[in-house]
T-cell receptor
Framework: ETGVTQTPRHLVMGMTNKKSLKCEQH?????MYWYKQSAKKPLELMFV???????ENNSVPSRFSPECPNSSHLFLHLHTLQPEDSALYLC?????????????????FGPGTRLTVL | GIQVEQSPPDLILQEGANSTLRCNFS?????LQWFHQNPWGQLINLFY???GTKQNGRLSATTVATERYSLLYISSSQTTDSGVYFC????????????FGTGTRLKVLA
């Protein structure tokens, strides 16, 4: 148990569906992340929220839409996905300090949502 | 951007054997973590080690930041050690951006 939970754990959806992935962290952290892990590829950072504001977006297609209503919850809204979007989606959290403070930014991951797009 | 390479890509061990996994990175980093991903996909934190040496039971890690590499040692391996081992580095110049290596897939045979 890492203190980061994700639901659902498995999701199968059609290309025309709309669904959402949910992540919740119980660690009191102020930054949350979405990663995508495709078969035989490194983890790819999709979105970062620090202090509830999005600070980085790595050219992710607009069919993925993140939402961070507070520092403990993170959502990933999915619509009109493609089969190549099938992957393991991982959420992580960490405690981030301003860049001028050298701090302990260890990331903790949730169990992931395994998404299959038909 | 920074490149993170791990070796070997695959490793098969007999139970009880020792192994060393390597992570090379191409630029200075703020932080480095080692993770173990179990067969169900869960990433488990092993070490947070931007520099120096740490030990936790049968596992230990060393990061030599000036030479841009980190090593993960597994001693007396067990079947439960099987899975994929990732290192992840945080770039000095990027903001909150962790880059993951491609991983080492370990299988420990009984």
């Amino acid at each position: 148990e890492t203190g980061v939970t994700q639901t659902p754990r498995h999701l199968v959806m059609g290309m025309t569906n709309k669904k959402s992935l949910k992540c919740e962290q119980h660690l009191g952290h102020n930054a949350m992340y979405w990663y995508k892990q495709s078969a035989k590829k490194p983890l790819e950072l999709m979105f970062v929220y620090s202090l509830e504001e999005r600070v980085e977006n790595n050219s992710v297609p607009s069919r993925f839409s993140p939402e961070c209503p507070n520092s403990s919850h993170l959502f990933l809204h999915l619509h009109t996905l493609q089969p190549e979007d099938s992957a393991l989606y991982l959420c992580a959290s960490s405690q981030e300090d301003p860049p001028w403070i050298r701090s302990y930014n260890e990331q903790f991951f949730g169990p992931g949502t395994r998404l299959t797009v038909l | 951007g920074i490149q993170v390479e791990q070796s070997p890509p695959d490793l098969i061990l007999q139970e009880g054997a020792n192994s060393t996994l390597r992570c090379n990175f191409s630029d200075s980093v703020n932080n480095l973590q080692w993770f173990h991903q179990n067969p169900w996909g869960q990433l488990i934190n092993l070490f947070y080690i931007p520099s120096g040496t740490k030990q936790n039971g049968r596992l230990s890690a060393t990061t030599v930041a000036t030479e841009r590499y980190s090593l993960l040692y597994i001693s007396s391996s067990q079947t439960t050690d099987s899975g994929v081992y990732f290192c992840a580095v945080e770039q000095v110049s990027g903001t909150y951006k962790y880059i993951f290596g491609t991983g080492t897939r370990l299988k420990v045979l009984a």
